[in-house]
């Protein structure tokens, strides 16, 4: 395992979920961290636990305001992790603004994090910047097309990101998962918790910090190994469509 201590760690989406987990894992492995999200009174709670993490309020969405706040960081490891789905109807029955929301946080929020910290990164010849894709960016699921077509879009940005980049010294992982018990589900189901909760009944779920250990093995690999794709499910799951859950009251 390669030191992590005193890397600088950036994590999109920390103020809840996996981001947060993973911004526990790496700055417990030594990193320092740079906690990205919207929700500013949430990081600055993590960030007081963590004792010495650095707040940036920003909306990925946000070309510009994410190049002003990030550019200048001699970031070490990129996490673009923030994300999020709305709703589970066909895209007959859809809503153009929550699309709209959807693509350009999931698709153009990794590109804005990228043309904001990869330059500094080929600049100094090293760096780790890593994409929380989805096993949604490998199958589709009935309800899931939008959320789906944008991860199969960031499966696309890290493998066009590793061609850009060649013989830069960067490195590229996406981290994609099944099944995780997080807030997602409330996001996307819009607040509703019966809804949410059900989405992980009966079914030993991922929790963040698994996926968090996954991306710190990937990060702390020594410097000529690139774990480029980790694809990890829920033990019940055997597809993004076929999860088999215990019977109720079980
Ligand atoms: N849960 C799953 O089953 C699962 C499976 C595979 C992949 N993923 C992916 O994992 C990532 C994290 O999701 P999660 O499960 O941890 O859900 P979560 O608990 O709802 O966390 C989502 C995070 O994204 C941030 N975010 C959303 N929109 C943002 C924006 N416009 N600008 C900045 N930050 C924004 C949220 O922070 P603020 O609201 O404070 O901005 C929050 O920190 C997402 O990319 C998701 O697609 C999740």
Not at 70 to 89: C, F, P
Request: aromatic letters at 4%.
């Amino acid at each position: 395992m390669t030191d992590m201590k005193d890397r600088l760690a950036l994590v999109t989406g920390a103020s809840s979920g996996i981001g947060e987990a993973v911004a526990r894992a790496l700055h417990g492995a030594g990193c320092r961290m740079v906690l990205a999200a919207r929700r500013r009174e949430r990081l600055a709670e993590l960030a007081a636990e963590l004792g010495d993490a650095q707040v940036v309020a920003l909306d990925v969405r946000d070309a510009d305001a994410v190049l002003d706040a990030l550019q200048g960081l001699e970031l070490d490891i990129a996490v673009a992790n923030a994300g999020l789905a709305y709703g589970t109807e066909p895209v007959q029955a859809g809503n153009p603004a929550e699309w709209s929301e959807v693509v350009d946080t999931n698709v153009k929020g990794v590109l804005n994090v990228a043309r904001a910290v990869l330059p500094g990164m080929i600049a100094r010849g090293r760096g780790d910047f890593v994409t929380m894709g989805s096993v949604a960016g490998r199958q589709l699921y009935p309800g899931g097309t939008v959320y789906c077509a944008t991860k199969h879009a960031v499966k696309a940005i890290y493998e066009g990101m590793r061609l850009d980049c060649a013989g830069s010294g960067v490195r590229f992982t996406t981290v994609d998962p099944g099944m995780v018990q997080t807030d997602f589900s409330l996001v996307r189901f819009r607040g509703d918790a019966q809804k949410a909760a059900a989405v992980y009944a009966g079914v030993d779920a991922l929790q963040p910090a698994d996926v968090a250990d996954a991306l710190l093995y990937a990060v702390s690999r020594p410097p000529h190994v690139n774990i480029g794709e980790i694809v990890m499910w829920a033990s019940a799951q055997a597809s993004a469509s076929s999860v088999t859950r215990r019977p109720a009251g079980s």
